[in-house]
C-alpha cells in the first residue's frame, strides 16, 4: 500500500470514531471517502454500529453501499443529515474546499448542505496555502458547453472540457459535462469567483465548497491531525 494511500485510509477510520448508532450520514464520493464507507460497513457487520442509513453523492457511492447493505435513503426523508464525510482536492487555512475532481461536485453539495456537520477527511498533500493549486472542476451543460470555456478563459483562467481517455467527454450523473480551470497564480478572490459563476446560465455547479466544512481531518507522516472552523 502506498503511503498516499496509507495516509487515506488512516483519516477515514479516524472519522469513523464520529459516528454514532442511529445517524443519518451523507457520504462523499471518491477514493478517500471509499475507505470510510469499507470500514463503516465493516463496524455494522460486527454490530459495533446499528441503524446507520446513507445519503449517497453519487451511482458510485450508492453502488459501493448497497454491495455492502447499507440502508440507503433521500433528502425528502431525512431533510437534516446527522453528519456528512467526504473527501477534498484542496483545503486552505479557513476550511474553504475544492472538492469535484471525483466528478460528482453536484450532489456532493447538494448532500452537503443538508449536513449537521461536514467532516472532510484528506491526507495531508490536500492542504494548500491558497485554493486553486491544482483545476477547478466546474459543471455545465452539454448545450453549447464550448461557449462556457471560452467565457470561463474570459475570467483569467485556463479552462479545458473534460475528456475520458478514449476521446469522450466526461459525462456526470446527472448527464453534465465537466470543464477543468487552471489559475496560474492559484483564485485570489474564491468568494467572487463562486458568486460570479452561480450567476452565470448554462453553469450548474462548481468545486469551490466555501464555509462549508466543519472539521478537516488530516494524515501526514507524522500522525493525524484536527482542524476545526473558528
Not at 19 to 41: E, N, Y
Not at 50 to 59: F, G, L, Q, W
Not at 62 to 81: F, I
Not at 101 to 117: D, F, N, S, T, Y
Request: charged share 25%; proline share 3%; aromatic share 4%.
Amino acid at each position: 500500500m502506498s503511503s498516499t494511500v496509507s495516509l487515506k485510509k488512516e483519516a477515514a477510520l479516524h472519522a469513523l470514531e464520529l459516528v454514532r448508532d442511529g445517524m443519518v450520514l451523507g457520504l462523499g464520493t471518491g477514493s478517500t471517502s471509499a475507505f470510510f464507507i469499507d470500514g463503516l460497513a465493516e463496524r455494522i457487520a460486527e454490530g459495533r454500529l446499528k441503524d446507520i442509513c446513507a445519503v449517497p453523492t453519487s451511482e458510485v457511492t450508492a453502488t459501493q453501499l448497497r454491495q455492502y447493505g447499507v440502508r440507503l435513503t433521500t433528502l425528502v426523508e431525512h431533510t437534516q443529515l446527522d453528519l456528512a464525510v467526504d473527501g477534498a482536492d484542496e483545503v486552505d487555512p479557513q476550511l474553504n474546499l475544492i472538492k469535484g475532481l471525483g466528478r460528482a461536485l453536484l450532489r456532493e453539495k447538494m448532500v452537503e448542505i443538508h449536513a449537521g456537520r461536514l467532516v472532510i477527511i484528506v491526507d495531508e498533500s490536500k492542504i494548500v496555502h491558497r485554493l486553486g493549486r491544482g483545476p477547478l472542476p466546474v459543471e455545465v451543460t452539454p448545450f453549447e458547453a464550448q461557449a462556457q470555456v471560452l467565457w470561463l478563459e474570459s475570467l483569467g483562467c485556463r479552462a479545458e472540457l473534460w475528456y475520458e481517455k478514449n476521446g469522450s467527454l466526461v459525462v456526470t450523473d446527472n448527464c453534465n459535462n465537466l470543464i477543468r480551470c487552471w489559475f496560474d497564480d492559484g483564485i485570489t478572490d474564491a468568494y467572487a469567483l463562486s458568486r460570479t459563476l452561480a450567476d452565470r446560465p448554462g453553469i450548474v455547479e462548481h468545486g469551490l465548497f466555501l464555509d462549508m466544512a466543519d472539521q478537516v481531518i488530516v494524515a501526514g507522516p507524522g500522525g493525524v491531525r484536527t482542524l476545526e472552523r473558528t
